[in-house]
């Protein structure tokens, strides 16, 4: 059994910082992760932050690039993402996925995943 638990959120104004972490725990020796950070917004639909493959890709979506930062400590399965400027549109459920293996082109799917936590929120006010 693999659990996924995220960390790390809270309120901010706009423009300040917050940094997430995921830790991945359990039955996960030997195994490499492709990691990836998705958010959901009060009446939106889940959308797609950022994640790491196992093979060490980085991906980001456009509306995070220049602000956001991820990545992982292998030896520790955890995975960060570090949101500098944020804007209140940013404010949402974070919610950290975890599959074992290369996940390429379907790495911003979240059913691609096999593992996922409960989330923490991210609250921007203006």
């Not at 300040?16 to 830790?23: A, D, G, Q, V, W």
């Not at 220049?66 to 940013?90: A, C, H, I, W």
């Amino acid at each position: 059994q693999v659990h996924v638990v995220e960390s790390g959120g809270g309120s901010v104004q706009a423009g300040e910082s917050l940094r997430l972490t995921c830790k991945v725990s359990g039955d996960t020796s030997g195994r490499s992760y492709c990691m990836g950070w998705f958010r959901q917004a009060p009446g939106k639909e889940r959308e797609a932050v950022a994640a790491i493959d196992s093979d060490g890709w980085i991906d980001y979506k456009d509306y995070v690039k220049g602000r956001f930062t991820v990545s992982k400590d292998n030896g520790k399965n955890t995975l960060y993402l570090q949101m500098n400027s944020l804007k209140p549109e940013d404010s949402a459920m974070y919610y950290c996925a975890a599959k074992a293996g290369r996940l390429g082109g379907y790495r911003h799917n979240f059913y691609a995943y096999d593992y996922s936590g409960q989330g923490t929120q991210v609250t921007v006010s203006s």
